[in-house]
């Protein structure tokens, strides 16, 4: 057997400068230049742009480079207002002009289906962008280490742990990135211990901050190596009166040398392990580990596309798989005679259930377990649905689910996506089997980054 690794002879030299023309952009928003057919992957550089390149890596199927100067300037080129934003990865479409970034989404999700999908017809429509594409994340998860011999939160340098201190994080709700300065000075003042990764010793590993678009009540999680934590009695007393939306004060302990932020250890330090968010009209109660869309207004947008299309009369029966907290649940559930949610966590389904009597809604019901089980089971008993909405993690749609969906045959599906290149599989796999792609509604629920989120509608 021959070795190809070793006949393999890139037409690049490492540490060699080059100029190119970029391509395209990867899904990640990587430029992409060839060389001889060669693709290299190459940050900030985009599409049209002709630039000079340092390469920095050589694998056997693409090379890394390193930008060094651009020729040839796109016309969606928007200027950088910060360096130390690129060292952390936090935006990596900030470079890119916010309507080419829309544009660059669309795109992404019209190649996954054709490519992957073999659908190329699929209609997919404009993304439906954010009129303030900035400060629109409700939660943030900051770490916390000692920089210059002071307790520092910010952003771990790109495929690193090494800290970069920051204040204004762009992208985060204001009130949150306040929060964060105000909880380390707190944190500073009492001398608090950061985490030391390497050795696993100091105390305070991260500060996350979970902040309701709505209702403005605030939730600070100090996550600690152990359960230590002095002063509490000036601490939290400091907390509430520098940040007056505090509604809780957790502290979870996580002793582990792990990238895993929460560990299992909980202690309320102040009110509940609660907060409180609207979305289209319903109160939600968030605990600090559950899932709520980062992105409220523009989940209040996914939402309503859900609703928009399954055209609901009153009279359905619908099937609510991932519901998580009972979010797209409660918004069907005012629209449809009955609908059904599934969720792996048993934690997010006691959430869900107090969710639907605080709203006063009494037609869904939640099962606990693997979707997957839970449909197959369902279709096997001969249960019908008029509506299955999906709204699965990021790796899709499982197999043996769209083998149940398949079996049980529900009028109409619904597909809320993360991912696209997983929507492309699963959407292959559902058209196989008989079903139609409608249309898909991307929604840009992540501006300044890569992800792309959306609704599709599939009929029989
Ligand atoms: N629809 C909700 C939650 C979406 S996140 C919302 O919009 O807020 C995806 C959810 O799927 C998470 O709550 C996760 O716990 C759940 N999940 C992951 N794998 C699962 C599986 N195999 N079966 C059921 N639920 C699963």
């Known amino acids: 057997m021959s070795n190809s690794k070793e006949n393999f002879k890139a037409p690049v030299e490492k540490n060699e400068t080059y100029q190119g023309e970029i391509i395209d952009l990867t899904h990640e928003g990587l430029g992409v230049a060839k060389i001889e057919h060669y693709p290299l992957f190459i940050e900030g550089a985009l599409v049209g742009e002709t630039i000079e390149f340092k390469v920095i890596k050589i694998g056997k199927s693409f090379g890394i480079g390193k930008l060094t100067k651009i020729i040839n300037q796109s016309p969606d080129r928007v200027e950088i207002t910060d360096k130390a934003y690129a060292q952390t990865g936090t935006m990596p479409l900030q470079h890119l002009s916010y309507k080419a970034q829309l544009k660059f989404k669309k795109n992404q ?15 997919v429509e404009n993304v439906i962008g954010m009129e303030n594409p900035f400060g629109y994340r409700n939660k943030a998860q900051i770490p916390v280490r000692k920089n210059k011999e002071k307790l520092e939160t910010g952003v771990f340098r790109k495929k690193s742990h090494d800290l970069i201190p920051m204040e204004d994080f762009k992208i985060q709700d204001p009130e949150i990135d306040k929060a964060v300065v105000a909880v380390r000075d707190i ?8 985490y030391n990764e390497k050795e696993n010793t100091g105390n305070l590993r991260h500060i996350l901050v979970r902040r309701g678009y709505h209702t403005g009540e605030m939730m600070i999680v100090l996550v600690t190596r152990t359960p230590k934590l002095f002063p509490l009695s000036k601490i939290v007393p400091d907390i509430l009166e520098a940040l007056p939306e505090v509604v809780s004060i957790i502290q979870n302990v996580n002793p582990k040398k792990t990238n895993v932020i929460l560990g299992q250890e909980v202690i309320v330090l102040h009110g509940e392990d609660k907060y409180r968010d609207k979305l289209l009209g319903h109160t939600f109660e968030i605990s600090h580990r559950s899932f709520f869309q980062v992105n409220t207004v523009q989940a209040e947008i996914l939402y309503s596309k859900v609703l928009e299309f399954a055209e609901l009369t009153g009279e359905e029966t619908v099937i609510d798989a991932y519901s998580g907290i009972g979010t797209i649940t409660l918004a069907l559930a005012e629209k449809a005679k009955k609908v059904y949610g599934i969720e792996l966590i048993e934690p997010a389904v006691e959430d869900a259930q107090r969710n639907a009597e605080l709203n006063g809604i009494e037609n869904v019901t939640y099962q606990v377990g693997a979707a997957e089980e839970v449909m197959l089971e369902w279709s096997k008993q001969g249960r019908k ?7 699965p993690p990021r790796k899709g749609l499982d197999e043996q689910f769209i083998d149940a969906v398949l079996e049980m045959q529900p009028e109409k599906m619904v597909y809320v996506s993360c991912n696209p290149s997983t929507l492309a599989r699963d959407l292959a796999l559902l058209v196989a089997g008989g079903y139609s792609v409608e249309k898909v509604q991307p929604v840009d629920m992540f501006p300044q980054t890569s992800h792309v989120e959306s609704v599709t509608l599939l009929t029989k």
Not at 109 to 122: D, F, Q, Y
Not at 385 to 391: F, G, I, M, N
């Open 109 to 123: 999700i019209e190649t996954v289906l054709e490519k992957i999908g073999k659908l190329p017809n699929a209609k």
């Open 187 to 194: 944190m500073r003042k009492y001398s608090i211990k950061p």
């Open 385 to 391: 649905a008029d509506l299955l909405v999906v709204d």
